[in-house]
């Protein structure tokens, strides 16, 4: 079974958490939530504090060896928050020197920047992270998914069908994965 590490905080966009996690679960994988601190971090939805989400585990406490792919939901405060955080860049870092496939959706794209990861890559995010991806040397795409190497990218929870999808060819996830009750 396939296993996707989730980074977030308070202020993630409440469905770029909660959809692409169902989606990925429903297709076999096994999905952890890691952040800050330990408890329940709080969604962003519709101009307003959405639901709690458990924290499995910290940051300090998770290693990329232990998971096959990345994903960082967007919302405007999760990654600016996460952003300051050395644990979280250097997980981000260890993610891409493994080849291992990191996915970013609206406002996450600020993470792969902080990590350094953007110079020569086609991206996309949320219209007002562009800039930021265009300075980092990013070749800004206007596409619900651009996908380059093992880095995925999308641009809000509109997409997130298709940046789900994208995540699970990247790992390869596929329901003959799950096994049989015998």
Known sequence: MKSILIIATNGFEQSELEQPKKLLEEAGAKTLVASLENGT??????????NSVQVEATVDNVSADDFDALLLPGGQMNPDILRMNDTVIDLIKAFDKQGKPIAAICHAPWLLIEAGLVDGRVVTAWPSVRTDLKNAGGEVIDREVAVDGHLITSRNPDD???FTEALIDAVEISADQVPENV
């Open 41 to 50: 971090i709080k969604g962003w939805e519709n101009g307003d504090w959405g």
């Open 160 to 162: 997130i069908p298709a």
